[in-house]
């Protein structure tokens, strides 16, 4: 039995041991590699022209915005003129028919020779106005 002891002995130090070894590389672990790859960019030299030309085409951007919103104003403006002038046109044709009945009803006749305003001058010919009489003609050569 003094054999069995010490052979329980060595297996349990040897098995104590292996426990100590197990445990002291979970302790300090697997050396990890870490690898880094910065990602540094340098802006890149712009020249003077080259911004002068963004710069430009900022400008040109926002100035086309602006005649877009202009234009689309312009024709909602325009729409709401159309619709205006339909209305008083079909208003005018309401009151030319209501007249139009008056003149049937009171036996009015409507003649056919257009209305000249007694306002304006008649066209006078240039080579009678350097006449005084206006009814004098000089006779053609």
Known sequence: MKMSRNLLAVVAAVACCLVVI?????????????????????????????????????????YMDLTERNLFRVGTDMQDVVQKLYSIDDRLTQLFAGIARIEKALGIEQSSLPIKKKSEPEPVDEKSSSSTDPTKTEPRP
């Open 22 to 62: 197990r445990l002291s590389t979970s302790i300090q672990g697997s050396q990890k590699t870490y690898e880094v790859r910065p990602h540094i960019t340098v802006p890149e030299y712009r020249t003077d022209a080259a911004r002068a030309i963004d710069a430009y085409e900022r400008l040109m951007e926002r």
